[in-house]
């Protein structure tokens, strides 16, 4: 059975393959262990530039950084051989 940091591991790994964009600020958000003990599910998040609106380019300080939007990917990743087997849009839920 493979760790929580390799699971985190092979997550970041797996989006870093498959992601084609700009990728800033990668990190884990979240992670856990199902009851089984059979898959660990990460969410990792990560910053991309986002458009102005029309009112921010004509207020915008040219030298003021970009904004940033942050995003957030959930990988379902097997806890036996560390292979991820399903990466979805993150969803928030209130236990």
């Not at 990560?46 to 029309?54: A, F, N």
């Amino acid at each position: 059975m493979i760790d929580t940091k390799e699971a985190i591991e092979q997550a970041k790994k797996y989006f870093k393959d498959v992601y084609d964009g700009t990728i800033s600020r990668l990190r884990v958000e979240e992670i856990e262990l199902d009851e089984d003990e059979d898959y660990f599910t990460n969410v990792l998040g990560w910053d991309e530039p986002r458009e102005l609106t029309p009112v921010e380019l004509m207020i915008k300080n040219r030298f003021a950084p970009p904004p940033k939007k942050r995003y957030y990917k959930t990988f379902l990743v097997d806890s036996n051989n560390g292979k991820v087997k399903k990466m979805i849009i993150w969803e928030r839920y209130d236990d």
